[in-house]
């Protein structure tokens, strides 16, 4: 299998203002065609490593390569192939949502009929096409937030980075953004999101967690949650287990750890969880109790955001 391409790459990147460390020391690759996630708290750096990558900042430290460029050697027709949604407001409150997609397309030199197409089909990904004729300043701020990702794929870009694209939007339209990267990744572009939202985690291929301007941890979804958990997590219930059975589990093959958080539960961690399954089921039995439940756990992302956290902490 042909190794993936990269179309980004960062080593050892640092970005200091006025003393004061944004990033540090940060290496990673996005290879083409995935969705990668930028995940962390505000202020951790999210933003402005989204910007060396842009070229909008230099690194103090370190190569940013983009495309196989660095930022400073951007040409036009390199930057066409790069879209951005910034975090903060980037639009014209005075032109109507129409009037902001053309001139956006304008600045890529997208000839009418392309931009006619491009139009249409991102009104309605944006849910906007009721609404061309409004001025922007007329319209409610999560509208604005969705007009500014419209205006940023205007040009068909391959390469997207998308900084907190679902800041300030409702749930329900949120999911909707994520089923549009679905979508903008299946038809071979590569994505680069940034968000708090720790639990947007699992929409992405990859994921890269960011804590006080370091990576701590860069990885798929399922990795990254055997590296917090130490393992698979599976969820035990049977009238009667508890404490006295701590040993009950060590013939389960992968097994590493059991806790009872509650009266008549089981919590293991074990080396994967669809091996271990029928084995935990067997032990109860065995015991001569009767298994109500046993299941693979998947903790929601912000307790192994958390654990990684908090592990990254307990090694510094």
Same mark, same amino acid.
């Given at each position: 299998?042909?190794?993936?391409?990269?179309?980004?790459?960062?080593?050892?990147?640092?970005?200091?203002?006025?003393?004061?460390?944004?990033?540090?020391?940060?290496?990673?690759?996005?290879?083409?065609?995935?969705?990668?996630?930028?995940?962390?708290?505000?202020?951790?750096?999210?933003?402005?490593?989204?910007?060396?990558?842009?070229?909008?900042? !230099?690194?103090?430290?370190?190569?940013?390569?983009? /495309?196989?460029?660095?930022?400073?050697?951007?040409?036009?027709?390199? =930057?066409?192939?790069?879209?951005?949604?910034?975090?903060?407001?980037a639009l014209y409150p005075t032109l109507s949502v129409r009037e902001n997609l053309d001139f956006a397309a304008s600045i890529y030199g997208v000839g009418w009929r392309s931009r006619r197409k491009q139009r249409t089909k991102l009104l309605e990904f944006v849910e906007l096409q009721n609404h061309q004729p409004k001025l922007v300043r007329d319209i409610s701020g999560g509208m604005q937030r969705r007009l500014v990702l419209a205006c940023s794929l205007m040009h068909n870009p391959s390469l997207i980075f998308l900084d907190?694209?679902?800041?300030?939007?409702?749930?329900?339209?949120?999911?909707?953004?994520?089923?549009?990267?679905?979508? /903008?990744?299946?038809?071979? =572009?590569?994505?680069?999101?940034?968000?708090?939202?720790?639990?947007?985690?699992?929409? &992405?291929?990859? #994921?890269?967690?960011?804590?006080?301007? !370091?990576?701590?941890?860069?990885?798929?979804?399922?990795?990254? =949650?055997?590296?917090?958990?130490?393992?698979?997590?599976?969820?035990?219930?049977?009238?009667?287990?508890?404490?006295?059975?701590?040993?009950?589990?060590? &013939?389960?093959?992968?097994?590493?750890?059991?806790?009872?958080?509650?009266?008549?539960?089981?919590?293991?961690?074990?080396?994967?969880?669809? #091996?271990? /399954?029928?084995?935990?089921?067997?032990?109860?039995?065995?015991?001569?109790?009767?298994?109500?439940?046993?299941?693979?756990?998947?903790?929601?992302?912000?307790?192994?955001? #958390?654990?990684?956290?908090?592990?990254?902490?307990?090694?510094?």
């Open positions: 299998m042909a190794e993936p391409r990269s179309v980004i790459e960062m080593s050892q990147v640092s970005k200091t203002f006025d003393g004061i460390t944004a990033v540090r020391d940060v290496t990673l690759n996005v290879y083409e065609g995935e969705i990668f996630g930028f995940i962390g708290p505000s202020g951790c750096g999210k933003t402005t490593t989204i910007r060396m990558l842009c070229g909008v900042y !230099r690194p103090s430290d370190g190569l940013v390569r983009v /495309l196989g460029k660095q930022p400073e050697e951007f040409d036009q027709n390199l =930057r066409a192939r790069i879209g951005y949604m910034p975090q903060l407001f907190e694209p679902t800041a300030g939007i409702d749930p329900i339209l949120r999911a909707k953004f994520w089923e549009g990267f679905r979508n /903008l990744k299946a038809e071979g =572009r590569t994505l680069f999101v940034t968000t708090q939202y720790v639990t947007e985690s699992e929409y &992405c291929d990859r #994921v890269a967690i960011m804590n006080d301007g !370091r990576l701590i941890a860069l990885d798929t979804p399922h990795n990254l =949650r055997k590296s917090a958990l130490g393992g698979e997590v599976v969820l035990a219930t049977a009238k009667g287990l508890g404490y006295r059975h701590q040993k009950l589990f060590e &013939c389960v093959p992968g097994f590493k750890e059991v806790k009872f958080p509650l009266a008549d539960n089981a919590r293991l961690v074990v080396e994967d969880a669809s #091996v271990a /399954l029928p084995h935990v089921v067997n032990a109860i039995e065995s015991a001569g109790m009767i298994p109500e439940n046993v299941e693979e756990y998947n903790p929601p992302f912000d307790a192994v955001f #958390v654990a990684l956290v908090e592990k990254e902490r307990g090694h510094a």
